[in-house]
């Protein structure tokens, strides 16, 4: 299952890439407050340092059906986007193995991910950090290949691990 939040379109896209090259679920998160316009944006910024957590719409999934969950934010103020830290916050107990994506303008993605496994309270079993740029050009596309292989070595061992307990229920789902 691959969940995100997108402001711009950034962190979407990129969540769309990796739904497509592991054949995954996708959940965006959403919320009630209006984001577009620059007044909106400075206000995104406020509340991502002020650690605000705004209501999002119900998700329609259920986190527990799968075995990894990679989480996608756009770095807003060194930090994840708001409604992300109210996703953590709100499903960090239903999260299993966890990885994190992050789209930037050039930096902060090392701060946001260690806030990120903070509130989910276990490491990241990978992460990716890509630039603005990069996904305007496209040259994103071989370092998220190497996400993507470390997210598959992962769920055929965590297949074959659950074949071995004779648990096939998830099967290396994401």
């Given at each position: 299952?691959?969940?995100?939040y997108s402001?711009?379109?950034?962190?979407?896209?990129?969540?769309?890439?990796l739904k497509d090259?592991?054949?995954?679920?996708?959940?965006?998160i959403?919320?009630?407050?209006?984001?577009?316009?620059?007044?909106?944006?400075?206000r995104?910024?406020?509340?991502?340092?002020?650690?605000?957590?705004?209501?999002?719409?119900?998700?329609?999934?259920?986190?527990?059906?799968?075995d990894?969950?990679?989480?996608?934010?756009?770095?807003?103020a060194?930090?994840?986007?708001?409604?992300?830290?109210?996703?953590?916050?709100?499903?960090?107990?239903?999260?299993?193995?966890?990885?994190?994506?992050?789209?930037?303008?050039?930096?902060?993605?090392?701060?946001?991910?260690?806030?990120?496994?903070?509130?989910?309270?276990?490491?990241?079993?990978a992460?990716?950090?890509?630039?603005?740029?990069?996904?305007?050009s496209?040259?994103?596309?071989?370092?998220a290949k190497?996400f993507?292989?470390?997210?598959?070595?992962y769920?055929?061992?965590?297949?074959?691990?659950?074949?071995?307990?004779?648990?096939?229920?998830?099967?290396?789902?994401?």
């Amino acid at each position: 299952m691959i969940v995100y939040y997108s402001r711009t379109g950034n962190t979407k896209s990129l969540a769309e890439f990796l739904k497509d090259q592991l054949s995954a679920e996708i959940q965006e998160i959403k919320t009630n407050i209006e984001e577009k316009g620059k007044i909106n944006f400075i206000r995104a910024g406020w509340q991502a340092v002020k650690k605000f957590c705004p209501e999002l719409s119900p998700i329609r999934v259920d986190l527990g059906r799968y075995d990894l969950v990679l989480i996608g934010t756009p770095v807003w103020a060194l930090t994840m986007a708001s409604p992300i830290r109210s996703f953590l916050k709100t499903y960090h107990s239903k999260l299993p193995a966890v990885g994190f994506f992050a789209t930037m303008g050039k930096v902060g993605s090392e701060s946001t991910f260690a806030h990120m496994a903070d509130l989910v309270g276990k490491k990241p079993l990978a992460c990716l950090a890509v630039s603005e740029q990069a996904i305007k050009s496209g040259s994103f596309q071989p370092k998220a290949k190497e996400f993507v292989i470390s997210v598959r070595t992962y769920l055929e061992k965590k297949m074959c691990h659950n074949i071995l307990l004779g648990d096939n229920s998830k099967q290396g789902k994401i």
